[in-house]
């Protein structure tokens, strides 16, 4: 996450501009919901299957995003993961995350994790008692996010399933297209910073529309800028805790011309299939979990899901998840044995994605 801190906006505030390639997922699989797969406003991601997925994942897009947004609000947590706003660093947080700590992002951060934990632990009507005291906080609660609470550990797990899914299939092709982009965007946004003033500069990145109350009071300690490509509507705002962040329309400072990515760099030739092959690979080679996973099964034989999860500090079914991507994968075999399910690697595969990887890169299969 590359981060710029200007100077003070008063003597309690500051402004820094950085990226979240996160919030840019979240605001693409909005686009890609609300537009049922149809890019057709996007040619400058002819890679990126986004009808393909929304054909496969109608039903659950429609649960998470065709009623309330849960994407909108899920977003907050984003907010509070450490730096680099990777989708590696996501899922670790879904693999730990409690379920009060969820929820308390879930509910707008207006109850505590302990007030939670204790109105579904300790009282008969726990969700008309969160309900309650939101409400006389001033805040709001949909029904949408109450039927979430009550369904937590299948509900996850199928928003984990969409995002991860989602990542793999749509955005990973399309997220190093905008990467450039969105530094660029900063940058063009810095040096105005720096001549016209934060007020300005805000009020242009929210088109005009009123700056909350919040912006910026004694209790604002910090401003953060984000650029997005897809955000909709034209830029969101999530506050609380003395910050104050904005996700903007990368449009203010990058242009059509920039957008349509056109010139040299997309006349590059490239075999499309052996790129989604090493793609896909490397997707499921990500997650540092993963990969203790796959050196379990390559240095300790016959190791068992249980005795990974123990070493791991997860469940078996974190486990079992990251298991089934592998195999998905082909990175590893499974085979029964006296009732347990047992894996090896697969030594063939390993091989020929390293030897396509150096094909792709241009490096001479020769040992020095």
């Known amino acids: 996450m590359a981060v710029y801190t200007m100077e003070e906006v008063n003597h309690y505030c500051k402004v820094e501009l950085s990226t979240s390639s996160l919030f840019e997922m979240m605001a693409c699989l909005r686009k890609c919901y609300i537009s049922s797969g149809k890019m057709d406003g996007e040619p400058h991601f002819p890679v990126a299957r986004f009808e393909q997925f929304f054909r496969e994942h109608e039903s659950l897009l429609k649960k998470f995003y065709g009623r309330y947004e849960y994407g909108a609000q899920l977003a907050e947590f984003l907010v509070d993961l450490p730096a680099p706003h990777t989708f590696s660093q996501l899922m670790a947080y ?3 995350v409690s379920q009060y700590e969820f929820l308390y992002y879930l509910f707008g951060r207006y109850l505590s994790e302990k007030e939670i934990e204790i109105c579904l632990t300790q009282t008969a ?15 709001f609660v949909n029904a949408e996010q109450l039927e979430f609470a009550q369904n937590y550990e299948q509900y996850l797990q199928e928003l984990t399933y969409l995002w991860e899914h989602f990542y793999q299939q749509c955005y990973v092709h399309i997220e190093p297209i905008l990467s450039p982009l969105w530094d660029q965007a900063n940058e063009r946004l810095r040096a105005e ?4 003033g934060i007020e300005k500069m805000v009020r242009k990145l929210l088109y005009d529309y009123p700056i909350p109350e919040q912006f910026p009071t004694k209790e604002t300690k910090l401003i953060k800028l984000y650029p997005s490509y897809f955000v909709s509507p034209k830029f969101i705002l999530v ?5 104050l962040h904005i996700i903007y329309d990368i449009r ?8 349509s990515l056109s010139g ?13 092959y090493v793609a896909d690979i490397a997707k499921s080679l990500s997650e540092i979990v993963r990969m203790k996973i796959l050196s379990f099964i ?26 089934n991507l592998l195999k998905q994968s082909n990175l590893i075999m499974e085979r029964k044995e006296n009732g347990y399910h047992l894996y090896e690697i697969n030594e ?5 994605y390293c030897s396509v990887l150096k094909k792709i890169l241009g490096i001479g299969n020769d040992e020095p």
């Open 239 to 243: 506050w609380g805790l003395g910050e």
């Open 125 to 139: 009507s726990p969700f008309d008692e969160i309900r309650s005291k939101i409400t006389s906080l001033g805040g």
């Open 264 to 276: 040299n760099r997309m006349e590059i030739r490239y075999d499309e299939e052996q790129l989604q």
């Open 193 to 196: 910073l720096n001549q016209s």
């Open 298 to 323: 390559a240095n300790e034989e016959n190791m068992k899901s249980q005795e990974m999860a123990d070493q791991l500090n997860i469940t078996v079914a974190t486990v079992s998840r990251h298991l």
């Open 252 to 259: 203010h400072y990058i242009n059509g011309k920039e957008l």
């Open 94 to 96: 879904i693999d730990r």
């Open 348 to 352: 063939k595969e390993v091989k020929n």
